[in-house]
């Protein structure tokens, strides 16, 4: 029996799960820039913790030293980040919400956004820029290639927020190239899976004016007509070309519950 299938077993759901979000955190904090790399010793002392309460006293049945250990850990843990106990993933986008809109805004939208007194910018300001401000949350990846992001969850009383890089379009630096936030009709205190984020930096708003709570006409009056309009339902869709030449694609998912804007979704990449 090899190594990894005397590891796999060790280990209940739930201890894998712990384990590996504590690999996870390690990267995505070496990938933010927090630490220099992974603290082996402290995840080789969970590791061991765990191994323990499942009464496995002789770690070294396992014939392997600390390091490589470490390896077959990460082997066992490197599985996609939606198929272990992270923090939620930012809603899909709704494709039919894209049919036959066409980008009828001329004016740029959004190009800004802000956290209570924080400001930031779309395809300039990165994740880990938001994180150090925040002073809360783990920067959470999931997929690959085109469909590859990045993202940070946050949650206070019935708000849930998901700041968002593309892993494609947000490069290295994973800039935020998208903000998702929701109004639930539920209280989110009672979900752990994202950090909660101080009331200072309430509200999320869009380029100074667009904020949840707002009726629908006064989205109508701040942004002007939408490209779409359903009943629950408006999108603003913009495509322009810029300066240097880039194309430039923006949107507005925006959502209502009883008139009052329940739900946004913005924003923003340039491409050649």
Known sequence: MSDTQ?????LSTPGRD???????????D??????????VDAILAKGKELFQKRSISNVRQFGVDGRKTLFLLLL?????ADDCSAQTPPPPVDEHAFERVPPTVVKRLPTRFSLGAFAGRFEETPLGAVRE????????HQGDAGDSIYWLCYRRAQ?????????EMGGPDHLVTEIVEELTEKDTETSTDCAIIPEKFAPLVFDG???LGMSRLEVVTALGPPSKSEAAQMVYSHHGKLADGFDETAWL???????????????KTTTN
């Open 209 to 211: 004016k667009l904020h």
């Open 253 to 267: 998912i925006l959502r209502f519950r009883e008139e009052k804007l329940v739900s946004m979704r913005g924003g």
């Open 76 to 80: 066992l843990f490197a599985i996609p």
């Open 30 to 39: 070496r990938a933010a820039g927090r630490v220099k790399d992974l603290d």
């Open 6 to 10: 005397k590891l796999t077993p060790a």
């Open 133 to 140: 401000a925040v002073g809360e949350g783990t920067i959470q």
């Open 18 to 28: 712990l384990l590996r979000r504590e690999i996870y955190k390690g990267l995505a």
């Open 159 to 167: 708000h849930r927020l998901w700041v968002v890089s593309s892993g």
